[in-house]
């Protein structure tokens, strides 16, 4: 039975000329980012803000938005969102938070409930106060932070500081693009978000730390190794497995995108985004090629000869040419006198 192989064993595409390019590509579209965070700012849900969420159902059959949305508008209760989800007669009541604190908030839930009257049925409630909202927000920023940190001393141990560091890099410069992406697009930015970001710092690591196994893998193997050449078959004898991983992500997330919902819309489109977009281009182009620039491998040359292995498989040599048949005429001994 023959195995499926997307990418061929002898595969020689070289990646890091790309370097050149991917960085001040990557150093740009960092800065647009960071400006849209400070001068766009994010759309925080209510787990940030503080409000109210009300999970409603209505009796009979779909539930029309439209009309529920004039209903709740005519209460004069600020902004507001309402999201159909799971099945046509859900819907999430997003009601921003009143001035007057936990009375204020109770009040305008009674107002809701007095407005759509007995068509729907209650199946949540819930008032974040402000002081919840902030310290969920700083948790969930002290998360990030705690999170990077220990992906930086693990990697410390496992492998090298410039591997490290390398990762560090790739993994901020993931989390920078998605909150611009987040920023850019306006989706809520709520605790289901900060569950994306960390969800595409592990798949991003976890890719990266692959690709970094096998570099040091033939750092060991090949001592005389220019190392971009080196980065290149790192990276293409990772490429098939790569390939896979993604594709299997990412249809499992387009599936959830198209069909999952308002719910998880804002959650599965950073993750399409993070993991697809970001974290496959910032492994090959950014955690990878970084390294030259850290100093890794260079040491190498100053190894004693006899740690030196053979060298990898390049372009088939021709055969040496077979020995002549004609044999030299022997010389004839000296005539004694």
Do not use: C
């Amino acid at each position: 039975m023959r195995l499926l192989r997307i990418v061929p064993d002898d595969t020689r595409f070289d990646f890091m000329r790309f370097r050149r390019i991917s960085f001040p590509i990557s150093a740009m579209l960092s800065i647009v980012a960071i400006l849209l965070y400070f001068y766009h700012g994010l759309n925080f849900g209510i787990d940030f803000v503080g409000g109210t969420l009300m999970e409603v159902q209505t009796k009979a059959g779909p539930a029309d938005l439209a009309k529920m949305r004039g209903t709740i508008g005519a209460l004069h209760l600020g902004d507001f969102q309402l999201q159909q989800f799971g099945a046509p007669n859900d819907v999430l009541i997003r009601i921003s938070e009143q001035p007057g604190g936990d009375a204020a908030q109770q009040e305008a839930v009674q107002k809701v409930r007095n407005a759509l009257g007995s068509e729907v049925e209650y199946r949540r409630v819930e008032v974040v106060g402000p002081s919840v909202s902030t310290e969920l927000l700083s948790y969930g920023t002290i998360g990030l932070v705690l999170a990077i940190g220990a992906i930086l001393i693990y990697l410390w141990f496992r492998f090298e500081w410039q591997f490290a560091l390398g990762a560090m890099i790739a993994n901020v410069h993931d989390l920078v693009l998605t909150v611009g992406f987040m920023s850019l697009t306006h989706i809520d930015f709520d605790l289901t978000s900060i569950a994306a970001l960390l969800t595409i710092l592990g798949y991003s690591l976890n890719d990266t730390v692959v690709i970094y196994d096998r570099i040091r893998e033939m750092l060991r193997r090949y001592k005389r190794m220019p190392m971009p050449d080196l980065l290149n078959a790192s990276i293409n004898a990772t490429l098939s497995r790569s390939i896979v991983t993604h594709l299997t992500v990412s249809l499992s997330l387009l599936a959830l995108l198209l069909f999952g919902g308002q719910a998880i819309r804002s959650f599965t489109a950073t993750m399409m985004f993070g993991v697809v977009l970001v974290g496959t281009y910032t492994s090959v182009f950014i955690a990878s090629p970084i390294l030259i620039y850290l100093g890794v491998g260079r040491t190498r040359r100053g190894e004693p000869e006899g740690t030196e292995v053979e060298a990898p498989p390049t372009a088939p040599q021709a055969p040496p040419s077979p020995p002549s048949s004609s044999k030299a005429p022997p010389k004839r001994a000296k005539a004694r006198r």
